[in-house]
């Protein structure tokens, strides 16, 4: 599957490190997601960008700064970030539409490690 | 407000035998169900989803699933596991007046025994 891609794959890195994560989609959508996915707990939405305008933000940390420069690629930067912020970061898009019910397209995700 | 559960973190079954993953919602208007696969290091893959319509969907990898709104339910089954369905599968719920949110559930780990 190579509709969404995402790099890295894996990133370790220390509290005081700055590091960002890139999302990209080939399928012509219109809305790009990041969700959070940790041990045991459900999939976190934390941002949503549709037509590049941010529409969604889950009281997420400013620790997390997300960027949407165009409607195919999105970044998440990281700053001073914690050790449960540790995770697999997944990115998504999706063609939101008048009618709901569009599928999301799913990336393979970052590892994130933060020591 | 929206939520999804699914009963039972892990569910493990023997090669052939039927599959059922069991996932309930809430929902005050009526939603659209989503039915997601994981496998090990590698994002979620769309299994079926209910939008309008006939109330059994059928999926990929020959999955299906059927809405009850009088149980507010929309379970999982395929008839026959095989070894390739082990992973995790997650149940998700979108209301029709916002089209991108999506609720998921905690999942549920299928093991599959030879």
């Known amino acids: 599957e190579t509709g969404v891609t995402q790099t890295p794959r894996h990133l370790v890195m220390g509290m005081t490190n700055k590091k960002s994560l890139k999302c990209e989609q080939h399928?012509?959508?219109?809305?790009m997601y990041w969700y959070k996915q940790s041990a045991k707990k459900p999939l976190e939405l934390m941002f949503v960008y549709s037509l590049e305008e941010r529409v969604e933000n889950n009281s997420v940390p400013s620790r997390f700064s997300p960027e949407c420069p165009n409607s195919s690629h999105l970044f998440l930067h990281l700053h001073t970030l914690q050790p449960e912020d540790s995770a697999l970061y997944l990115c998504?898009?999706?063609?939101?539409?008048?009618?709901?019910?569009?599928?999301?397209?799913f990336g393979p995700g970052t590892r994130l490690l933060v020591l | 407000a929206q939520s999804v559960t699914q009963l039972g973190s892990h569910v493990s079954v023997s090669e052939g035998a039927l599959v059922l993953l069991r996932c309930n919602y809430s929902?005050?208007?009526?939603?659209?169900l989503f039915w997601y696969v994981q496998y090990p290091n590698q994002g979620l893959q769309l299994l079926l989803k209910?939008?309008?319509?006939?109330?059994l969907v059928k999926g990929i990898n020959g999955f299906e699933a059927e809405f009850k709104k009088s149980e507010t339910s929309f379970h999982l089954t395929k008839p026959s596991a095989h070894m390739s369905d082990a992973a995790e599968y997650f149940c998700?719920?979108?209301?029709?007046?916002?089209?991108?949110?999506?609720?998921f559930g905690s999942g549920t780990r299928l093991l599959v025994r030879p």
């Open positions: 998504a898009s999706s063609q939101v539409g008048p009618r709901g019910g569009e599928t999301q397209y």
């Open positions: 998700a719920v979108s209301e029709s007046d916002s089209s991108y949110k999506l609720i």
């Open positions: 209910y939008t309008t319509g006939a109330t």
């Open positions: 399928l012509g959508h219109n809305a």
């Open positions: 929902s005050s208007v009526p939603p659209y």
